[in-house]
């Protein structure tokens, strides 16, 4: 397969301003009759032949300005449909297509979702419809003609507005016409066609445009619809409010299949949805899916501008759309929430999901330079690192700059196909800034370590802290350059924050120190006592922070630093250090206990004097670090098993010393009032359950009685769940009486039962695999379902200590899995394949184990582009 270079862009030779398709549904023979407006391109190159994308297709028919073409004037396969020399004007061409959607397993393109047609055309799906120019700077008005049978597709939707609607002649049929006047790149066209029900609402922008809402829903399931309404009249007020953007069609049209690829896609006024991320009643959904319903609706709605209206001249500039709407919805989420436990939760993703990919064989950087499969770079890099890096933007050249900087963005690349050049420039000239050394962040890959350490000088009254940077080499780039890193720092002293005072030139003011040297020192005068150093406040930059700080002085910050991200942080350092020497050391784990026992005595003047304050922050506060991040800390000749017993003695431990404590914080915060999502009952909730797990590593018995009574008294899914977790952890008969429990209450909830699979697959004892193996051949599963995979498998491929089992047969499963799948799917082979990313930093008896399923994939015949891909870097 080739190498797409992004040195290698060209613009197209050819444009299309007009497509008018006319498709007539139907679920093995879809005809499609697309015709396009096409014309010379003024920037390519003139004479050029016209050489349309396709995959899998059948030409049917085809036509230049109506008139059928000379059978040696074109070549067709279902790969490319190549004009040899079209005229050098404008023409039209129209191409017949069929497809069959029933037998689309690939969700790309035309498919069908539990009998509703729907689509997926990011990145490339669209040529599986019709032959086309499937590249995101060839941008055109669409106009959409939908007929299918009146009962099979009651309701045809496609992108724009409705202009027209009626039967066709003969009864059975109907058909649907839908305009869209913004032209857009065929990724973002959708359309479609099944029996809905449906939730509406008028909503009327502050520019007065009136627009009726409208979330579409399987049948019967429209009072699930309410929540994700909510989330998009409340994210629709806050774009216009925070970035000045207002809507911009008539119509806004949300859709929930059953069946997708990932979580959500933003096609213009016409956002399909995994129903997962729109389903939502207290009993079928938890606080996390809330939360995540409200972020991805967010997130698609916010594309309208940050993606649809300015997208992207090539998928290497992918993170400009994705990484700046993540940066988007976070931001709306915390404004909605609360900040800090946000962004806590944030950077908690950040490391278990990008640090881990930075680390690994697969890291690049949040602009790729080159791809072979451009799907396989919809990644935690240039998504979450690619928000991280408007995060620090924002902070380098302040709020005032960002805000121009982004109303200059949309006036001057509105309409257009931008770079990440185009979007920089827009803050260079609204700061006043040369933004070349920043850009860095774009072109490097791997994530950085800060060094710091500080001096105290009593005599001078001075505090001298000293700060470098290093980045470990990744694939393809073995040396690195600095990158500019914003330090938000304080130094707290015995009564709060000291002033800071220091002519350094490296100091920006307001608590900010710029490192975008190898190294550097800044000094700070008229420090009256030695402080505690507290840097990177609220994860002023992605990047790990070594710093030697006292276990005393870290429990100082934790309980008075003035920044709440560092609180925070400064806890899970601590807890880092002694599941990092248990985790490399088994012998330990004595040790570990100790430090236990002193951690619980200072969780219990927090928990009694803080937690009850802020119940989410402090739930964040008693959940330790991930497994997976220990083992990222420990780098190498990594052992799972010692990892996960650390953590539970550390857990266990400190459930022990905490238990009756625990116990009465759990009366306190009591589960009387009917069930809300806000976010003050969502963190009651999470603290509560938080305290239930460690009471149950604790005393498995009191534990199970708790956990019985919570599931039967339980109202809303997230208590249930949490029971079901928590017991999960304590093997027994009352474990897998709950199991069953649990799977008879659901029994008609398929999203309830993925969670219900995943709890299992997650266990960490060594009968899970043939646990997970059975439960395949339980009806809840099905292997044509991502959602499903993703629990059962992807869950198994999650779980530390299973999916590394010592014999290997954790490895050869998911393997096995990865090449089945890849026969039907391969998206979600492909990103199943990716958990094997951390292997090369396992000890040496797993890393063979691992590399021969690798090697084994890798050298499977056929395989798809996506997984050929994957394993060869991943070997590599
Ligand atoms: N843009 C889509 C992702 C498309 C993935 C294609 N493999 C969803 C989103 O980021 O909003
Ligand atoms: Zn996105």
């Known amino acids: 397969t080739p190498l797409i270079r992004l040195e290698d862009y ?14 007539s549904l139907h679920p093995t023979k879809t005809r499609i009759r697309s015709q396009l407006g096409l014309r010379p391109n003024p920037a390519g190159r003139p004479g050029a032949p016209l050489v349309l994308d396709g995959d899998e297709l059948k030409l049917v028919a085809l036509r230049l300005d109506g008139l059928l073409i000379d059978e040696t004037a074109y070549s067709a396969s279902p790969q490319q449909l190549t004009l040899h020399a079209p005229p050098a004007r404008r023409f039209t061409l129209m191409i017949d297509t069929e497809v069959d959607p029933s037998a689309n397993t690939k969700l790309m393109g035309l498919y069908l979702s539990s009998h509703v047609y729907c689509t997926q055309c990011e990145a490339d799906g669209f040529r599986r419809i019709s032959y086309f120019l499937d590249r995101p700077d060839v941008m055109s008005v669409y106009t959409v003609r939908l007929e299918a049978k009146k009962l099979i597709a009651p309701v045809l939707l496609s992108n724009g507005n409705l202009v027209a609607a009626g039967d066709v002649p003969g009864g059975e049929r109907h058909f649907a016409v839908w305009h869209d006047p913004h032209p857009k790149p065929a990724y973002l066209f959708a359309l479609v066609g099944g029996a809905l029900d449906v939730l509406r609402q008028t909503y009327v922008t502050a520019e007065g445009r009136s627009v009726d809402l409208a979330v579409y829903v399987e049948p019967g399931k429209a009072d699930r619809a309410g929540w994700a309404m909510d989330c998009l009249v409340r994210c629709m007020r806050w774009d216009e409010r925070v970035f000045g953007r207002n809507y911009d069609l008539d119509v806004f049209n949300v859709v929930a299949v059953s069946d997708f690829n990932m979580g959500a896609m933003e096609n213009k006024g016409l956002n399909i ?34 993606g649809n209206r300015i997208t992207c001249r090539d998928w290497f500039q992918l993170c400009l759309k994705e990484g700046l709407t993540v940066f988007r919805d976070q931001e709306f989420s915390a404004d909605e929430r609360s900040r800090a436990v946000k962004r806590i939760a944030d950077v908690r993703t950040l490391r278990t999901t990008q640090f881990s990919e930075d680390a690994g064989p697969l890291a690049h950087p949040v602009r790729p330079r080159a791809y072979k499969e451009i799907n396989n770079f919809y990644t935690p890099t240039v998504y979450e690192k690619g928000a991280e890096v408007i995060r620090m933007l924002k902070l380098l050249v302040g709020e005032a700059a960002f805000r121009a900087g982004m109303d200059l963005y949309f006036e001057r690349c509105d309409g257009t196909a931008a770079t990440i050049e185009d979007f920089l420039a827009c803050f260079a000239e609204t700061s006043g800034r040369d933004l070349t050394h920043f850009a860095r962040w774009y072109e490097q890959a791997g994530t950085p370590t800060i060094v710091a350490s500080g001096r105290y000088d009593a005599a001078a009254r001075s505090y001298t802290l000293d700060l470098a940077q290093k980045t470990a080499p990744t694939p393809g780039q073995p040396e690195k350059q600095p990158v500019v890193l914003p330090v938000a720092l304080g130094l707290v002293g015995r009564s709060g924050d000291l002033p800071l005072a220091t002519d350094s030139p490296a100091y920006a003011g307001a608590g900010l120190i710029v490192l975008d040297q190898p190294s550097l020192s ?169 305290a239930l797990g460690l009471i149950a590593l604790a005393s498995p018995q009191e534990g199970a009685r708790l956990c019985e009574a919570q599931f039967a008294a339980g109202d ?74 993703r629990a059962l498998i992807g869950g198994f491929a999650a779980n530390l200590t299973q999916f590394n089992r010592t014999d290997g047969t954790g490895y050869a499963f998911v393997a096995e899995m990865v090449i089945a799948l890849d026969r039907t799917n391969p998206q979600v082979a492909s990103r199943l394949l990716s958990s094997f990313k951390s292997w090369r930093m396992l000890e040496p008896g797993r890393r063979t184990l691992a590399q021969g399923r690798l090697a084994q994939v890798a050298a499977t015949p056929n395989l798809s582009r996506d997984v050929a891909d994957i394993a060869e870097r991943t070997l590599a």
Request: without cysteine; aromatic residues 6%.
């Open 522 to 690: 800044v000094t700070f005068s008229d420090v009256g006592e030695p402080p505690i150093p507290s840097l990177l406040r609220g994860f002023s930059a992605p990047v790990r922070l070594e710093l030697d700080l006292a276990d005393g002085d870290l429990l100082r910050l934790f309980s008075s630093d003035s920044d709440p991200f560092n609180r925070w942080q400064a806890w899970q350092t601590v807890a880092m250090r002694a599941l990092v020497e248990a985790g490399r050391e088994p012998a330990q784990l004595e040790a570990l206990r100790a430090t236990g026992r002193a951690l619980a005595e200072g969780l219990s003047d927090f928990l009694r004097d803080q937690a009850p304050a802020d119940p989410a922050f402090a739930a964040q506060v008693l959940r330790l670090p991930a497994m997976g991040d220990v083992a990222r800390e420990i780098g190498r000749d990594v052992d799972p098993d010692a990892i996960q017993a650390a953590h539970r003695a550390l857990s266990t431990e400190i459930g022990l010393r905490l238990g009756p404590q625990l116990l009465e914080l759990r009366e306190k915060l009591g589960g009387s009032a009917p069930y809300s999502p806000d976010a003050a009952s969502a963190g009651r909730r999470a603290l509560r359950n938080e």
């Open 716 to 789: 809303n899914l997230t208590d249930r769940l949490a029971a079901l977790a928590a017991m999960t952890l304590v093997p027994g008969e009352a474990r897998e009486a709950l199991i069953a429990r649990f799977a008879k209450t659901y029994a008609a909830e398929p999203l309830v039962l993925d969670k219900w699979l995943m709890a299992q697959a997650l266990i960490p004892e060594a009968s899970t695999l043939d646990r997970v193996r059975e439960l395949m051949q339980h009806p809840a599963f099905s292997m044509g379902n991502p959602n499903r995979i």
């Open 273 to 306: 949805f995994n129903d997962k991320y729109v389903l939502a009643d207290p009993l079928t959904a938890t606080d996390g899916d809330y939360a995540s319903i409200e972020a991805i609706i967010a997130h698609e709605y916010f594309h309208n501008w940050t």
């Open 10 to 23: 060209r613009p197209s030779d050819w444009l299309i301003d007009t497509v008018d398709l006319d498709i």
